[in-house]
T-cell receptor
Framework: RKEVEQDPGPFNVPEGATVAFNCTYSNSASQSFFWYRQDCRKEPKLLMSVYSSGNEDGRFTAQLNRASQYISLLIRDSKLSDSATYLC??????????????FGTGTLLAVQP | DADVTQTPRNRITKTGKRIMLECSQTKGHDRMYWYRQDPGLGLRLIYYSFDVKDINKGEISDGYSVSRQAQAKFSLSLESAIPNQTALYFCATSDFGLAGERSGELFFGEGSRLTVL
């Protein structure tokens, strides 16, 4: 079983739609959680951290369920520019252990006009 | 200009050749990393360095070596390239001592696409 699992998609949605991605992780001791965005043939970039209480950044909402060991990302009012691969990332280390990041394989989102 | 620069961006080579991928950064970060990305496997850590005198193996270090020449420079070498090392390679940096919600913030270079024939 992979340490971080995501539905690879693709998710094909029309502009303006709401879309949700889920991610599950296997290590219950994981400390922190993130969503990265990767455009085609580009480098990954941090989209947002995922807080225990849930957090929102504009049209993006991230949720964490520690009991079920899953993370979600909700995108409202999808834009063409949201088309990208979304990577779920889990830090299974303690404190600032940036060498303990585990990357999911990503979920591809294609927003259609 | 990019804060994290990788060279070359694309390279095609033959089995058995020695290859070096170079990374330099202007972010002033102590921590640097080399990852490879393969379809269906995600990003996997090859080596990392928390400062100039510190080198550590990651998840998949076999067949690779690194050199941290300065705070700003971290190079990855394939001593004798083989076809299954064909991949997209990323260098990344992070700030020291971040915890909690910032403990996953890596800054990636634009990637080096390596093809080994």
């Amino acid at each position: 079983r992979k340490e971080v699992e995501q539905d690879p998609g693709p998710f094909n949605v029309p502009e303006g739609a709401t879309v949700a991605f889920n991610c599950t992780y296997s290590n219950s001791a994981s400390q922190s959680f993130f969503w990265y965005r990767q455009d085609c043939r580009k480098e990954p970039k941090l989209l947002m951290s995922v807080y225990s209480s849930g957090n929102e950044d504009g049209r993006f909402t991230a949720q964490l369920n520690r009991a079920s060991q899953y993370i979600s990302l909700l995108i409202r009012d999808s834009k063409l520019s949201d088309s990208a691969t979304y990577l779920c990332v889990v830090n299974k280390g303690y404190g600032g252990a940036t060498n303990k990041l585990i990357f999911g394989t990503g979920t591809l989102l294609a927003v259609q006009p | 200009d990019a804060d994290v620069t990788q060279t070359p961006r694309n390279r095609i080579t033959k089995t058995g050749k020695r290859i070096m991928l170079e990374c330099s950064q202007t972010k002033g970060h102590d921590r640097m990393y080399w990852y490879r990305q393969d379809p269906g496997l995600g990003l996997r850590l090859i080596y990392y360095s928390f400062d100039v005198k510190d080198i550590n193996k990651g998840e998949i270090s076999d067949g690779y070596s690194v050199s941290r020449q300065a705070q700003a420079k971290f190079s990855l070498s394939l001593e004798s390239a083989i076809p299954n090392q064909t991949a997209l390679y990323f260098c990344a940096t992070s700030d020291f001592g971040l915890a909690g919600e910032r403990s996953g913030e890596l800054f990636f270079g634009e990637g080096s696409r390596l093809t080994v024939l």
